[in-house]
T-cell receptor, first 112, second 117 residues
């Protein structure tokens, strides 16, 4: 089955800095890679996703890149703000066929 | 759109009792829902896949007789923790899969915090 590794487990940045979270996956058939943000005690919220037919996707301050050959994808947050503090999970799946396999999560702390 | 409601949000029960958690897709039909368990500061662990009109598919190591799943309609799945014990205390989260334009996205419920005394 699919295995997703996520790094780092914790990330502390100053407000305004950029943050990068990286994930690798094992199943070359995976073609859908969402990122979820989970604030303490709340539900995971989908913030951005990418499919294997593109290499990069942006939405305001967040972007995701995908390298299919190397089987890794990354989340980039620019101009971080304290409200970006949360746990971020990457996931991988074969869209329409398999369940989501989640990484272990990255706790992002943005200090004012 | 794409709202998933989970109820209750918090439950405390005595050891040996059963607890039912409901997961509803409010504005879309979900033939597939998922149940996860999350320990503090850990990732989402898939427990089972709930399919409308058929038996749930359980992940390895999850006791199907302990965690009963029923997906009786296209908008409702329930998880019953039978004869709960303190080690079952955890945060349980459901999600519903929305199929739209050949793409599928999972939307999560707000979770249920179960404390077994």
């Amino acid at each position: 089955g699919e295995n997703v590794e996520q790094h780092p487990s914790t990330l502390s940045v100053q407000e305004g800095d950029s943050a990068v979270i990286k994930c690798t996956y094992s199943d070359s058939a995976s073609n859908y890679f969402p990122w979820y943000k989970q604030e303490l005690g709340k539900r995971p919220q989908l913030i951005i996703d990418i499919r294997s037919n593109v290499g990069e996707k942006k939405d305001q301050r967040i972007a995701v890149t995908l390298n299919k050959t190397a089987k890794h994808f990354s989340l980039h947050i620019t101009e971080t703000q304290p409200e970006d503090s949360a746990v971020y999970f990457c996931a991988a799946s074969i869209e329409g066929y398999s369940t989501l396999t989640f990484g272990k999560g990255t706790m992002l702390l943005v200090s004012p | 759109g794409a709202v998933v409601s989970q109820h209750p949000s918090w439950v405390i029960c005595k050891s040996g009792t059963s607890v039912k958690i409901e997961c509803r897709s409010l504005d879309f039909q979900a033939t597939t829902m998922f149940w996860y368990r999350q320990f503090p500061k850990q990732s989402l662990m898939l427990m089972a896949t709930s399919n409308e009109g058929s038996k749930a598919t359980y992940e390895q190591g999850v006791e199907k007789d302990k965690f009963l799943i029923n997906h009786a309609s296209l908008t409702l799945s329930t998880l019953t923790v039978t004869s709960a014990h303190p080690e079952d205390s955890s945060f349980y989260i459901c999600s519903a899969r929305l199929l739209r334009e050949a793409k599928n996205i999972q939307y999560f419920g707000a979770g249920t915090r179960l404390s077994v005394l």
